[in-house]
């Protein structure tokens, strides 16, 4: 079956799946495998409980005319998302970066829906098997749609543009994160820098932070720029200080305007301007703009604010690497409260640079005083050090419940795997 055959039969059958348990009467079920599964041993069954299709890439020892049999599963479905892309004229935005990409997918995509039908990608789903997915959601209706990539390895960028074909694209920053498949710093860089590699191969426009001096290195040779940042850039602001929450002034506005955001940490100021200058670009009025970042709420542990009686969590534990890490210490020092407790997880495929980093980190928080400083897991436990070591976030979130704190302030942060959200469930 050619792809524009099986693109017929998406467009009558159009929702996709990859997992039998998430599957809807009438989705057609792509039978995707990896190193330790295999998704054509469920194809019978997608199909049992109400697929319209299933795609497969192995004999499945029955005859049923709802069985197609391609070369590859994955490169068909990724063929198939290329097919359905080409056939949109709109603006496609692709966000990528070490840190702070999903917020700012979330606060541009907010941004543009006030004026725009906006497709982006829902969750995490940034990677070779999600970037297709969110591309087959885009229905006809669709005026702009914003994709976010996440990358681990050099080529990985550059293989999502070739499918994605975006027109428009911003890189957040390269930081130390997936330094064990990128290499390094340079090479996360060089990785990163794929989507403005394809930006300036096609004539697409970039928006660049301009605070950022590798990014306007890296954005050399595109010949549309938009910039944003501090000073200096299409859309200028700054963080005002005080209050639990960002508060953005921005400085050169045709008229004054000052944005109060429901996202903990300065740190969030530049994907606020990205979202601003992204906005401003594809003609949203500014006070659509300000309202639509200030409606948003961050969720899925990503620098969320839960408050427990007089305590309040900056729950930051969605994902983390040493240059988040240290920026999210340093906001905890500018907070002006008595009691301060930090609860770190371990940083994860750093590779050789590991122990390195986790002893930064460590030197970092000797910096300043706090109350309590919890390490989880990781490379924190081969490090001396003269604070509370837990193996695992269920052991912490032990010690967690036994305490008595009152009108104080803590960090809760680490990589994904450590599953740092678990400190606060009621039964760890």
């Known amino acids: 079956m050619t792809i524009e055959q099986l693109y017929q039969v998406y467009l009558k059958n159009s929702s996709i799946q990859t997992d ?45 005319e709802r069985i197609i049999r391609v070369e590859n599963v994955l490169a068909t479905l990724q063929e198939l998302a290329r097919h359905h892309r080409e056939c949109f004229s709109i603006p496609f935005i692709a966000i990528t970066g070490s840190n702070g990409k999903t917020t700012t997918k979330e606060l541009v ?163 606020v301007l990205c979202a601003v200058a992204v906005g401003n670009y594809f003609g949203v009025p500014l006070e659509k703009i300000t309202q639509a970042i200030e409606n948003y709420a961050p969720g899925n542990s990503r620098s969320q604010m839960v408050v427990k009686g007089s305590n309040h969590i900056i729950l930051d534990a969605y994902n983390a690497n040493p240059s988040s890490m240290q920026v999210a210490i340093e906001n905890m020092v500018k907070i002006n409260a008595d009691i301060k407790v930090l609860l770190l997880g371990g940083m994860l495929e750093l590779g050789e640079e590991s122990f390195h980093e986790h002893q930064k980190i460590i030197d970092i928080i000797k910096n300043y005083t706090w109350d309590k400083v919890v390490l989880v897991g990781g490379d924190y436990g081969k490090i001396i050090h003269p604070y509370i070591f837990f193996n695992n976030s269920v052991e912490a979130g032990k010690w967690f419940k036994e305490q008595s704190f009152e009108n104080a302030y803590f960090l809760i942060k680490g990589s994904r795997s450590m599953q740092m959200e678990k400190i606060l469930e009621e039964d760890a």
Request: with cysteine.
């Open 20 to 64: 039998t348990r998430k599957l809807k009467k009438g989705d057609i079920f792509f039978s995707l495998s990896g190193p330790n599964f295999n998704g054509n041993q469920f194809a019978l069954q997608a199909l049992e409980e109400g697929a319209s299709y299933a795609i497969v890439d192995e004999d499945v020892n029955t005859w049923d």
């Open 109 to 271: 995509s907010a941004v543009l829906a006030s004026k725009f039908t906006t497709y982006t990608t829902q969750g995490n789903l940034n990677n070779h098997i999600g970037i297709p997915i969110t591309l087959l959601r885009i229905k006809e209706d669709a005026e702009i749609a914003v994709i976010e990539m996440g990358a681990n390895h050099q080529k990985e960028i550059a293989g999502y543009c070739i499918y994605t074909q975006p027109a428009y694209g911003l890189i957040t920053n390269c930081g130390k994160a997936h330094l064990e498949g990128f290499g390094g710093i340079e090479g996360v860089r060089k990785g990163k820098g794929e989507l403005f590699d394809y930006l300036g191969n096609h004539n697409g426009t970039a928006f660049v932070f301009n605070d950022l001096e590798y990014l306007q290195l890296m954005s050399e040779g595109i010949s549309k720029i938009v910039s944003y940042g501090t000073t200096g850039g299409d859309v200028t602001g700054k963080a005002l200080s005080g209050g639990n929450f960002l508060q953005v002034q921005l400085t050169n506005a045709e008229k004054p305007a000052i944005i109060q955001t429901q996202l903990v940490g300065d740190y969030n100021l530049p994907n």
